[in-house]
Structure formats: C-alpha cells, structure tokens
C-alpha cells in the first residue's frame, strides 16, 4: 500500500539548511496498523505529511497504491489526499463555525461525493448522532476528536493517518478514541498510521517503528 | 422523482459557495456590516448622482427641444469700439434687406421671421412696466410654435398695413391687466396707443422666451421706433429666425447662408463674421455634452468612494485569509485544491459586494425618487443604471477579492496548519 524508498527532506531556515529526514525506508501493507514513535524532532510528523501527501520529499520516491507521487503537481496531491487519506490531528482540527454535521460534510466535499446522509452515518458509528448540530465549541475535546475521525472516514479512504490523536485527551477519553480508531480498523480493513508517545498506545498496534534524527532506528512487532 | 433529487443536488453544488461564504460573513456581523456598508455608499451615490445629472440632461433637453431642432437664429456681430469688445448683438450689421436676400436665394427655408426689437413703456390703466417689444412679422408665431391663450395672433394684413395692435407674452398681461381679459383693450407702447389682439400662453423659463414680451408688426415698429441704416442705407435688424423644412440640410443652408451674408457684407476672405448663426441643434447639442460632463464629473465622484470601499473590501478579505490561515491548512488536508480555496474567497468577496451593491441600489434609488418627490431637483431613474451598478459592485467584488484569494489559495498546507 505504502512503500517509501530513500526519502528524505530537507529544509531551509534562513542560510542554514535542516534535514529532517535523512532516507527513510519504510513499507506498509493494506489493512496494517503501526505505530511511529520517537522523541520531539525525530521527523516523525515530517514523515506523516509526506505519507499524506502534504508535502514532498526531497529526495527518494514514494509508491501510494504502486503509484509514484512524489514528483505530481501541488493538484494532483490534493486530488489524493481527498480521495485516499483522512487526517485525524492532535489538536482536532475542525472549523469552529460550522457544526459537527458540517464539519464531517467537508470530508466529502473535496472527494466530489454530495450526500448529507453519509455524513450522518459516520457521525452516528463515532457516536455522535444525537449532537449532529452542535458546534465543536459546545462538545468536549474527546467528542471533537472523534467528530474529526467520523470527517477522515466519511469518504472511506484506504489510509488513515493520526498524528497523537489523543494527545489532547485526558486517558479516559483518549482510552475510547483509541478504541474508536483500532475498531474502525478491524471492521473496515483501513490501513493505519498513528503517531504516538505512549508506549501502551503503541503496544495495540501490531508494528512499531521508531524514528531518532531523521532515520528509523528499530521495527518491531507486538 | 430521483431526477428531481438530482437537480437539488446540482442546485445544492451551485450554491455551495454562496452557502460557505455567507456562514463565513455571518460570523462577523459587524465587521462585515461595515464592509457592506462602505459599499453601498459608493453604489448608493453613483446611481443617485447619476440619475441626478440625466434628470438635469432631460430637463434641459426637453425645454429646448420644445422650440424646434430645426430652428437657426442669426443675430448681427460683435462691435470692436477702441479694442474692446461689444456683445453679440452690438453690431449694427444685420438688416431687413439681409433677411429679403435669405428668403429669396436660399433653398430648404419653411419660414422667415426678422425683428426688430427694442425696450419699451408699456402702459395700460394705471399698470405700466418697461419690457421688450418685438417687431416682427406673422410667421414668427410659427417658427416658435407660439400657442395662443385668447385673441388672435395679428395677421399678415396687419403687417402691410402697419397695424398698430400687439399680442401680450403672459407675464406681460398679468402684470398689465391681471385677470382681466386685454383682448379688445387699449394700451400705450411709448407714445402710441396700440390695441391688444392676444395673448401667448406662458412657455415657461425657455431660451428666447417671449412671456416677457410683446409683439407687434415689424411695419408698425419701424413707424413707432426709429430704425437705425447701415452705412449703405439699409435697415438694421435685431435678429433673423428661420425654420428649415428638412433638417437634414440644417448644416447645409447654415452653410449658404454664412456664404451669402459674408458676401453681401463684402467680408474680406479671411475677416471674422460680423454676425452669428446659432441653430436649436448646435444649442442643443452643446449643452447636452456640458450635461454629460456634468453627470460624468459626478459619476467619477461616487466612483471614488466606491474605490475605496474596494479597498476596504480587500482589507478585510487579507485580514481574513490571514485569520483563517489554519483553516486554509484543513481544508487543503482535506483535499482541497488551490482553485477551491481561491473559488471560496473569491466568492465571500463577491457576496459581499453584491449585497452592497443590491442595498446601494435600494438606497441610490429611494434617495433619487426621494429628492424628485421633494421638488428639489428633477431626477432620471434608468434600468441601465441600476444594472451598471449591480455589475460594477460584482466586478469590484471580484477584482479586490482577487489578490487575498490568491494569497489564500497559495498557502503552505503545512505552514497553515501550524499557524496559531
């Protein structure tokens, strides 16, 4: 599904030059769910948005689906990502002046689907049905993140990406939001990429890698 | 029935945008209030100060129009007495044998009318006033379109023989006889005793009115007033008014008639004219662009205030942008492309614009009607205007929305997503 060759990425603050990612290998079957670890800086977040499509490496290639997308234009990324990937993000991420429904609608948006019933579905499977109107100032952190994960599976991409979705959360909330997102992808074969602190966090996946400066460093399986 | 719910759906896809942008202005009330508001005074002035100058257009056309496009006027030159310069009208270069010479030889000529005019007492009971007396000839009633209030204008037999009878402008009436018919009644013009045959109904404030006149045959003037001889002997007019019966040749008897009286007067090649040819066209014509530079001048005023709320617009809509930054980095996470944001801004814009500019309509409009309403000036609504503005509040929309929507669509995702 995913499978990373030599990447690394490079930026430019100022005069100095910063390399983030020094060639990271990496390969992610369908349907897996593995967890990035690493302490602050390591590039794990860098990595993250160029397995989403957010950004491009500097060097190295990158095969989503057996198709190289490293090189595609600024919109032919977009299309991807709106097809293919859901964010979930630590701080959640939703647009404060519209309501949950809404917000789950804008999952779709992108991906050309139109239909307010789909919208509803999702938000109902993350067990917000009943605040469907309600705007993300007037719902917890846990249900926010969890109105974010119903607006990354609403158009059922076959890639998940979480960068420490409960972060956030105190542990109880954050205990539910992780077994939203293990469940989601049990029952819906999604391929899943979390970022995580927590050592009991990355013991339910069933791969763990880490990341020190710019490299992995170890891979393991649980 | 699935059909129906498709064409929803693609209504629903249209109006997206709009649905966007107005959630986005409705979360700043005030702030987009003030934005709307800046223009829909621009608007709001544009149409009112435009409906205002093609209403003093109109007017004024429709006055002069009322004598006739087909009138010319000529009138004797300028003196020169010791380098200054006299009125038009102060020469003494004009005659009765000029005006003989006109109708004779020129072609396209409906009717001729020469005067002789001068100030005058007039006086009737114990009413007496001073005004001007016109000396002319009966067509003259026809060349302006004179209507007649009561009597009968005097008639060609009157002009032979020299009758001593007058026709009464209105004024001129009520000040002499108030509500009193004159019709029948004596009056003195000077020293003559004079009978009153008519009275003109009132033209109101026109070029060349003659409600402050009166008119008697140009043959009974000559024997009241001494006419004054030009150095060849012929006798001096005060003016010459004609009416052309096609008006498409209105250039062209101008034209002969510049010939022959140039000719007559033995003007040297090269020598200024010694009188002027005025046509209602010419008139016409000359103030209906002083009009237009007047409405253009106004416009271009209103124009300005619409400019800056333009720039007002693209104020807010960069602060915007700038507010939104992290909402930019969403949506492109989401999968947005850079035409969806620009398409996005761009329309929140647009909307804002258009709202004010429909207010601004509303507005301009009330204001024009009102101050027709009021009397305080004549005003002229027209569709093209208010389509004009409701395209231009469009287009300023567009074209102040354009540089922050493109500033939006170019963000960094990820440098989006991390601003706080």
Request: aromatic share 6%.
């Amino acid at each position: 599904m995913i499978k990373l060759q030599q990447i690394t990425k490079t930026y430019t603050l100022g005069k100095r030059d910063l390399q983030v990612l020094k060639g990271v290998d990496l390969s992610v079957e369908q349907g897996e769910l593995l967890a990035i670890m690493g302490p602050s800086g390591s590039g794990k977040t860098t990595l993250l948005n160029i397995i989403g499509c957010l950004d491009r490496p500097t060097t190295g290639s990158y095969y989503l689906d057996g198709k190289e997308v490293s090189s595609l234009s600024s919109g032919e990324l977009a299309a991807i990502r709106a097809k293919k990937i859901g964010f979930v993000f630590q701080t959640f991420n939703l647009l404060p002046r519209l309501s949950a429904l809404a917000n789950v609608e804008l999952g779709l948006k992108y991906a050309g689907i139109d239909d307010r019933d789909l919208a509803m579905e999702a938000l109902r499977r993350v067990g917000l049905a009943d605040r469907a109107n309600h705007r993300p100032t007037e719902l917890s952190g846990g249900e926010q993140q969890r109105v974010a994960i119903a607006r990354a599976l609403v158009k059922r991409p076959p890639v998940i990406l979480a960068d420490e979705p409960t972060g956030n959360l105190d542990s109880k909330s954050g205990e539910e939001i992780l077994s939203l997102l293990t469940e989601l992808h049990r029952e819906q074969g999604i391929t899943l990429l979390m970022i995580t602190h927590d050592p009991d966090v990355a013991l339910r996946c069933q791969r763990i890698i880490r990341l020190r400066d710019g490299l992995v460093v170890s891979e393991e399986r649980t | 029935m699935k059909r129906q719910l498709a064409r929803l759906k693609g209504v629903k896809k249209w109006l997206d945008p709009a649905y966007s942008a107005w959630t986005s202005i409705a979360t700043h009330k005030l702030r987009s209030f003030l934005t709307i508001l800046g223009i829909v005074i621009g608007i709001a002035a544009v149409i009112a100060l435009m409906s205002i100058g093609r209403g003093a257009q109109a007017q004024i056309m429709s006055r002069i129009q009322g004598l006739g496009a087909d009138l010319i006027g000529i009138r004797p030159g300028i003196t020169m007495a010791g380098g200054v310069r006299g009125g038009f009208g102060s020469a003494s270069t004009l005659t009765l044998e000029d005006a003989e010479a006109i109708r004779e030889q020129i072609p396209y000529i409906a009717a001729l009318a020469p005067t002789f005019s001068a100030y005058q007492q007039l006086v009737a009971g114990n009413q007496n006033m001073n005004a001007q007396v016109i000396g002319t000839t009966p067509e003259y009633a026809f060349l302006y379109s004179l209507e007649i209030a009561e009597g009968d204008f005097f008639t060609d037999y009157d002009h032979q023989r020299g009758s001593r009878v007058a026709m009464l402008g209105a004024n001129v009436k009520q000040t002499l006889f108030g509500d009193e018919s004159p019709v029948g009644q004596q009056m003195r013009i000077g020293g003559n005793i004079v009978r009153v045959v008519g009275v003109l109904k009132s033209k109101g404030a026109v070029w060349a009115s003659p409600d402050d006149a009166a008119i008697i045959p140009l043959t009974a003037m000559q024997q009241m007033v001494t006419q004054p001889r030009t150095s060849r002997g012929e006798r001096v007019v005060t003016s010459i008014a004609l009416k052309v019966s096609d008006q498409s040749q209105l250039d062209f008897v101008t034209q002969q008639i510049t010939e022959l009286l140039r000719s007559r007067h033995r003007l040297a090649p090269g020598a200024e004219n010694d009188f002027s040819i005025t046509s209602v066209q010419a008139v016409t014509q000359a103030l209906s662009e002083a009009t237009g530079t007047m409405t253009l001048f106004l416009s271009a005023v209103a124009a300005i205030s619409l400019l800056v709320g333009g720039i007002g617009v693209m104020n807010i809509m960069l602060v915007s942008v700038l507010e939104r930054t992290r909402e930019i980095g969403i949506l492109k996470a989401l999968g947005a492309r850079e035409r969806d944001i620009w398409g996005q801004f761009l329309t929140e814009s647009a909307f804002l614009t258009l709202t004010g500019g429909v207010i601004g309509v509303v507005v301009g409009c009330g204001t024009s009607l009102l101050l027709s309403r009021l009397k305080v000036m004549t005003t002229l609504l027209s569709p093209d205007i208010i389509v004009l503005a409701v395209v231009v509040s469009l287009g300023v929309g567009l074209f102040f929305g354009f540089y922050p929507a493109w500033n939006a669509s170019r963000l960094d995702p990820i440098e989006a997503l991390r601003y706080e």
